[in-house]
């Protein structure tokens, strides 16, 4: 089973910054956490990943709370082709076979002109 | 960046017969693959993993026989969907994973639409 929980879906203006909270409350020491977006009919994008500490890359923010119970992904700007579904996932890093990329359900972002 | 080709990106076929969706990573070695199938409105639910030269692990509920793996390169992953039935029918994709880690940013395929009739 999926070991995140994430709201199913979320709206937000275009321009406006788009915060997508995911609880991952029973996360190990050495878990991190990663996000992708899918969006209709292609592969997942990844996004960005994290420890503990907070990230940011080019693409979007990841804020992780101190007890890693739970994170949440900004998108800055959100555009039109942002309108995705967004997955948090948790996993080993170099898993291998034997740790699963299990995905939850997702947040549908839709982005509003 | 990981550079992954899955192929075809979309098929028809008739009920009864095989399809083959091959999977390569272009520029890694992928020790080992993973297999997902989604359906609409559904996320993507993991089918099988395999290692390089080794049998693949089917998840529960997957017909190993149905869905056949083949993963006897570091660059090549091959899933044959065989004696394929409308129920079958769902967006497959696979994400090779390299043996040598850390390693952060996974790159999935871009998925086959397989729509039996």
């Known amino acids: 089973d999926a070991k995140t929980t994430q709201p199913p879906s979320m709206d937000c203006a275009e321009g406006r910054a788009a915060n997508l909270p995911c609880n991952h409350s029973t996360i190990s020491g050495n878990e991190y956490v990663y996000w992708y977006r899918q969006i209709h009919s292609q592969g997942p994008q990844y996004i960005i990943h994290?420890?503990?500490n907070n990230e940011t890359n080019e693409m979007a923010s990841l804020i992780i709370t101190e007890d890693r119970k739970s994170s949440t992904l900004i998108l800055p700007h959100a555009t039109l082709r942002d309108t995705a579904v967004y997955y948090c996932?948790?996993?080993?890093?170099?898993?291998?076979?034997?740790?699963?990329?299990?995905f939850g359900k997702g947040t549908l972002l839709t982005v509003n002109p | 960046g990981a550079v992954v080709s899955q192929h075809p990106s979309r098929v028809i076929c008739k009920s009864g017969t095989s399809v083959k969706i091959e999977c390569r990573s272009l520029d890694f070695q992928a020790t080992t693959m993973f297999w997902y199938r989604q359906f609409p409105k559904k996320s993507l639910m993991l089918m099988a993993t395999?290692?390089?030269?080794?049998?693949?692990?089917?998840e529960q509920g997957v017909e190993k026989d149905k869905f056949l793996i083949n993963h006897a390169s570091l660059t090549l992953s091959t899933l044959t969907v065989t004696s394929a039935h409308p129920e079958d029918s769902s967006f497959y994709i696979c994400m090779p994973e390299p043996g040598t880690g850390p390693y952060y940013g996974y790159t999935f395929g871009s998925g086959t639409r397989l729509t039996v009739v």
């Open positions: 996932i948790v996993r080993v890093v170099s898993g291998g076979s034997n740790y699963k990329l299990t």
């Open positions: 994290g420890l503990k």
């Open positions: 395999s290692n390089e030269g080794s049998k693949a692990t089917y």
